[in-house]
């Protein structure tokens, strides 16, 4: 008989997360049974369950790789030398997050995704642990990245790294959640509106 290969291994467990992302994005996890997987895939039981235990490990695996294509996306961002500022830096990230490169979705799809799978870590420890390893990892390393904005004169000394680090996050973050919700978020509005944020001063006291 003769051996599956590795590469045909590969292509049939993302053929799987694929499909089942794409059910997930549309009915939510709740929604969604493993029947509606096995229909979208085209796959039998017998096929599924040889990759995943049932929908719990579906989705464990889903939000592993949704976080990490985030996660990624800050950490290159944040390997550029010098780095740019943040209206350009989270502009990239933002684009690249929602590049639709994961599971095949539209930028929309993958955004009602990722929500989906934050607000699911609000009942199950195993996602909650992932994300919070993420997060950790992020904030690591934006907070070095802030610091280079130091070291580079562009940012005045008395600042929290970290604080500046999680609220660059935070927008991100909030972005995504707006392309999920009402769409038409695109990359050049997050970079126009955080420089025009950028480029307010004080008043003066008259």
Same mark, same amino acid.
Request: charged content about 25%.
């Given at each position: 008989?003769?051996?599956?290969?590795? %590469?045909?291994?590969?292509?049939?467990?993302?053929?799987?997360? &694929?499909?089942?992302?794409?059910?997930?994005?549309?009915?939510?996890?709740? @929604?969604?049974?493993?029947?509606?997987?096995?229909? %979208?895939? @085209?796959?039998?039981?017998?096929?599924?369950?040889?990759?995943?235990?049932?929908?719990?490990?579906?989705?464990?695996?889903?939000? %592993?790789?949704? +976080?990490?294509?985030?996660?990624?996306? +800050?950490?290159?961002?944040?390997?550029?030398?010098? !780095? !740019?500022? !943040?209206?350009?830096? *989270?502009?990239?990230?933002? @684009?690249?997050?929602?590049?639709?490169?994961?599971?095949? *979705? &539209?930028?929309?799809?993958?955004?009602?995704?990722?929500?989906?799978?934050?607000?699911?870590?609000?009942? &199950?420890?195993?996602?909650?642990?992932?994300?919070?390893?993420?997060?950790?990892? /992020?904030?690591?390393?934006?907070?070095?990245?802030? %610091?280079?904005?130091?070291?580079?004169? *562009? =940012?005045?000394?008395?600042?929290?790294?970290?604080?500046?680090?999680?609220?660059?996050?935070?927008?991100?973050?909030? +972005?995504?959640?707006?392309?999920?919700? +009402?769409?038409?978020?695109?990359?050049?509005?997050?970079? &126009?509106? =955080?420089?025009?944020? /950028?480029? /307010?001063?004080?008043?003066?006291?008259?």
């Amino acid at each position: 008989m003769a051996r599956v290969s590795q %590469e045909h291994l590969d292509a049939r467990r993302r053929q799987i997360l &694929d499909g089942a992302a794409r059910c997930f994005a549309r009915s939510g996890f709740h @929604g969604t049974s493993m029947q509606d997987v096995l229909k %979208e895939v @085209g796959l039998s039981a017998g096929a599924v369950y040889r990759y995943f235990s049932g929908k719990e490990d579906i989705i464990a695996a889903i939000t %592993e790789e949704t +976080f990490a294509a985030i996660r990624d996306a +800050f950490e290159e961002a944040g390997r550029v030398v010098p !780095p !740019p500022t !943040p209206d350009v830096l *989270l502009s990239s990230v933002l @684009g690249r997050v929602l590049s639709g490169e994961l599971h095949g *979705l &539209d930028r929309r799809t993958f955004a009602a995704l990722a929500v989906q799978l934050w607000s699911e870590t609000l009942r &199950d420890r195993r996602l909650a642990a992932q994300l919070d390893e993420g997060y950790a990892t /992020m904030r690591t390393a934006w907070t070095g990245l802030v %610091e280079a904005y130091r070291d580079a004169g *562009l =940012l005045d000394g008395d600042v929290v790294a970290d604080h500046m680090a999680r609220t660059m996050i935070a927008t991100a973050q909030g +972005f995504i959640v707006q392309e999920a919700l +009402f769409g038409d978020v695109r990359p050049e509005v997050l970079e &126009d509106g =955080l420089r025009g944020l /950028m480029s /307010m001063s004080p008043q003066k006291p008259s």
